[in-house]
């Protein structure tokens, strides 16, 4: 299983940014796909998460200004961000959860900064 990221980089306070992940070696339908983000001397934590009965959820600090959307068939999800903030810099990571097996991408950087 591979997770390629990408569309991260560097944005104005308020500014949009919108990351996509592509799934590869990967057959199964039934699994969850989403974002995590990690600043230095953190834990990863939860951005926002889509799961296979089209259900999501997001972190709190997130909720209202970034979105998730996934398409089965290309098997890609995208987080579509908006009204960034600085505290959203972070790298963030690509993360699928199939049967309690955790599978993560490399990780692209986001940078909000004026």
């Known amino acids: 299983v591979q997770l390629q990221a990408s569309g991260g980089g560097l944005v104005q306070p308020r500014g949009s940014l919108r990351l996509s992940c592509a799934v590869s070696g990967f057959t199964a339908d039934d699994y969850a796909i989403g974002w995590f983000r990690q600043t230095p001397g953190n834990q990863r934590e939860l951005v926002a998460r889509t799961y296979s009965n089209g259900s999501t959820t997001y972190a709190d600090s997130v909720k209202g200004r970034f979105t998730i959307s996934r398409d089965n068939v290309r098997r890609t999800v995208a987080l579509q961000m908006h009204s960034l903030k600085p505290e959203d810099t972070a790298i963030y990571y690509c993360?699928?959860?199939?049967?309690?097996?955790?599978?993560w991408g490399q990780g692209t950087q986001v940078t909000v900064s004026s």
């Open positions: 993360h699928v959860l199939f049967r309690s097996r955790n599978y």
